[in-house]
């Protein structure tokens, strides 16, 4: 509906889907710190620091009613994000990941086997409605991981019917095989969820892992074959590959590599920072470099998640 001359124009949204947990991450002198984190909300996290005030990030997932599902919709609400949608859950709790490094680089330790996050796509009609008006859904893989065969249908389905109402759809598939009952279902619901994304923005090493991808064109191609028409190939901070509109991929050099403290959140970061440059106006080349420097700024970090402002200048 056009509006009325100097009208405010209604927020933009965008929706992310999918778990936040307790982390543990490393504090020093064998010391531990208690944070939130979980890849989508940690790209809504850095969403959220980016993108100005005109557009609202909001999370869905499901949480329990214990005091530490409590503090994280505190934690998420203080730092601006909108928590409206979130219903919990009467007898699940949040989940928890530990952080163990070898010279920077992250693996993980989960206690997630029956958090309340894995019921999000149980009920269909909660999930359309957190869905509802957003102008861009988010989902990953581990957003599919941890769904039964029921939650994944109706996930999928919702992604299909509002890409076709007009939201874009932006994917990550974050591969998981810890988190998959074997390494052919997780390929199979990845490439199920990529065909119903505009962007998907997957990783070369773990693709080349799993799906076998020679170079990071071949991963490009592969992504852009199953629909998307933006398709950015990620590579540890190195050159990158990007596909649009199913041309053929180019490669876009990266502008030098940093030594990692903690990797935890790197490509969860680079999909915020390439994201709200896409939405705010940026080409994908220039997008890259956003989501590159801001990589580079939470690899120097412990945890995924930076204080918002300490991210000032990247705005
Ligand atoms: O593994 C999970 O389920 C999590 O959500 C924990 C982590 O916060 C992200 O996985 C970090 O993701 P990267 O940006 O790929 O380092």
């Known amino acids: 509906m056009p509006q009325p001359p100097g009208a405010a124009r209604p ?37 959220r620091a980016l993108l100005p005030e005109d557009w609202a990030v909001d999370y869905f997932t499901v949480l329990g009613t214990d005091p530490l599902s409590e503090a994280m919709v505190r934690f998420m609400r203080d730092a601006g994000i909108g928590t409206g949608c979130i219903p919990r859950h009467p007898d699940r709790v949040a989940g928890l990941y530990m952080i163990s490094l070898k010279d920077g680089e992250r693996s993980f330790t989960y206690w997630r086997d029956r958090s309340a996050a894995r019921t999000l796509a149980d009920d269909t009609t909660q999930l359309q409605a957190a869905v509802e008006g957003a102008d861009l859904l988010y989902v990953s893989g581990i957003t599919m991981a941890i769904l039964n065969d029921d ?12 890409r076709a109402e007009g939201t874009r759809v932006a994917f990550d598939p974050n591969l998981r095989p810890k988190l998959w009952k074997d390494a052919a279902s997780m390929c199979r619901v990845i490439e199920e969820a990529a065909a119903r994304a505009d962007i998907v923005l997957p990783s070369h090493d773990d693709e080349a ?11 490009a191609r592969r992504y852009a074959a199953l629909g998307a028409g933006e398709v950015l190939v990620k590579n540890g901070g190195g050159a990158m590959a990007l ?60 945890g995924a998640l930076m204080p918002h402002d300490r991210l000032d200048t990247l705005r």
């Open 11 to 47: 927020p933009k949204r965008i929706l992310s889907v999918g778990e936040c947990m307790v982390e543990m991450s490393h504090a020093g002198d064998g010391l531990w710190r208690q944070g939130f984190a979980g890849d989508t909300l940690n790209t809504a996290w850095y969403l």
């Open 151 to 162: 939650g994944r249908t109706t996930l999928l389905d919702r992604m299909a019917k509002s």
């Open 209 to 219: 892992a799993h799906f076998g991808d020679a170079s990071l064109g071949e991963t």
């Open 243 to 302: 596909s649009l509109a199913g041309a053929a991929p180019v490669i876009l050099p990266a502008p030098g590599m940093v030594t990692p403290l903690d990797t935890t959140g790197a490509g969860d970061s680079f999909n915020a920072g390439y994201l709200a440059a896409r939405l705010t106006g940026c080409d994908p080349h220039q997008a890259m470099l956003r989501g590159h420097a801001l990589a580079a700024r939470v690899v120097r970090h412990f």
